[in-house]
């Protein structure tokens, strides 16, 4: 994949866009699936996300569970110990014999202390397992966004992608950091007090399992009623998200245009949604809350009633009784938490289709099985050729830009492409440096396609530097050794030299070392320019592809910038989108476009001589000049 040295796209506001807020539809129902906040995934992707993202932790999720199983055991031998204390050790401490109310006794207390130390070692266990998973989670997002083409992201933008590995991964992070320990404990609790109570009386253990049959319906309905308000309401945030993204990355417009006033009533709107849907889920869940502890309580007060009479028909130990009563306040006890417990499932859940419904876009610009490399140039050869051949290209969202395309670039020429707005110039350049492919025919480099060149070899071979010099955070030295971030020192500072930039990196606090994020380490437009120059330089491509900058430096700075941009394109094949007069004049050859094609293409001198279009071009910014 081509490198973008400088990258201004990160930087551009989002295309205004409102991904249905409340409203969403299920995957697949048609339309582009990239108007809504869900793409599509295949059927049973999240279930296979979360599998796979469980495999690597599965040695913890076994220990955690072996530590549950005997946390459980021992704190569940509490009520059956007092049962036993009650109906064997009170009436031998009546007879005279304390001995077995004191085992009981240190029993109870050595099970206390034990499941205290389980409990420590269960919630440790599964909490690494846990950061195991989501540490996973964002890493694959991460690549997942980096992997992703520029066709992608315009479409998908990046407020989304950040709800993806932000309010996203935050939602199965509550599910894990809480609600699946919560969730192990409910299971193992259930299953060990349903066979102890079995175990105790068999009729009591049948009417506990018979009181599960309302619980359950219970937690059936809300589920289905919540799911589908957590879906909504997660789209609603990730709305917010995109907003608050796209007024930060648009900040100067913003400003320019005083939209603060238009942009608050805007955000107002998304937030109360929000506010709405959440409000929605909290009265779910206070329902939720309340039917079942009602029928808890309803549960408990029969099973104590019924056992009282059985006592009194001497049916029934009051031993068992008053273990059962324990036992069943214990069930129905985290059933507040339950609520919680469904609340975060449904939230992460409703996440988890989001994140692996990105998670299944597959890159449209696949690196080739079977690469094939550049043939051997010598070290001094001036640039490699480049061929559109029969090129034909058209974004996937809108009509064909290119309408077959021929054009051939000699290695070691400049070739300036003018032209309205609108005419394709940019999209030619992005095609060069493979940010797209062709939906038709090929982009050759020395006759081999774009497409069959490995992603390291096509670096070496074209590097694009876009309009605004994006720095990374980092110092100026790795700013300009990104394209070859082993370079020494020397390499460093000798390209900056060539381009003109040693001096003022020299005078910044740390000289090259300076952080470009800190403070002093304020950099300007200009300066920017001839760092990312000096980045070309040192990755030293066969082919450069300049998105000159529009902006108009001030005298000084456009001479240094000319100047710099002259020492880049020497001895290679270049591409420049130019906007200035001075770099067509430096050119070897001006191609006029218009509507996605050649209509003028000559040496500058030939065709400023003619009467075409760039001949009333040149004479216009000439007069400008003046
Ligand atoms: N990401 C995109 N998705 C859809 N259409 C696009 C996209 N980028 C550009 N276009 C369309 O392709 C056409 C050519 O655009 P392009 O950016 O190549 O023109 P340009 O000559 O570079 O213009 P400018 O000088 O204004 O940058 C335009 O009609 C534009 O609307």
Redesign the pocket.
Known sequence: MTTAVTDTDAQQPDPEERPDAGTPEPAGSGGDPFDRDQLPAPPGAPLRLLRSLLRPERRLVVLASVLLLLQQAAIQAGPLLVAIAIDSGVPAALDGDHGPLITVAVLYAVAGGASGVLVYAFYRTLGRACQGVLRDLRGRIYRQAQALS??FH?RYTSGRMISRSTSDVLALRELLDEGVQTLMTVFVSIVYITGLLLYMDLGLGVATMASFVPLYLLVRSYRRRAGAMFTRRSTAIATVIVKFNETLNGIRPVKAFRRERANDARFDELNSEHCRLNGGTILEMARFVVLSRLTANVTLAAIVLWSAYRVADGDLELGVLAAAALYVRRLYDPIDRFAMILNAYASASASLTKIAGLLAQRPELAEPAEPKELPERPADAPGREVVFDTVRFA????GE?LPTFDLTLAAGQTTAVV????????????LLARFYDPTDGRVLLDGVDLRDLANPELRRGVVMVTQEAFLFSGTVAENIALGRPDAPRAEIEAAARAIGAHEFIEALPDGYDTDVRKRGGRISAGQRQLVSFARVLLADPAVVILDEATSSLDIPGERAVQHAMETVLRDRTALV?AHRLSTVEVADRVLV?DA?RVVEDGPPAELIAGTGRFAALHSAWRESLV
């Open positions: 520029l066709d315009d974004y996937r969202t809108g830009v032209g309205a707005t609108g005419a394709g110039k940019s999209t030619l350049a992005k989108i476009m996605g």
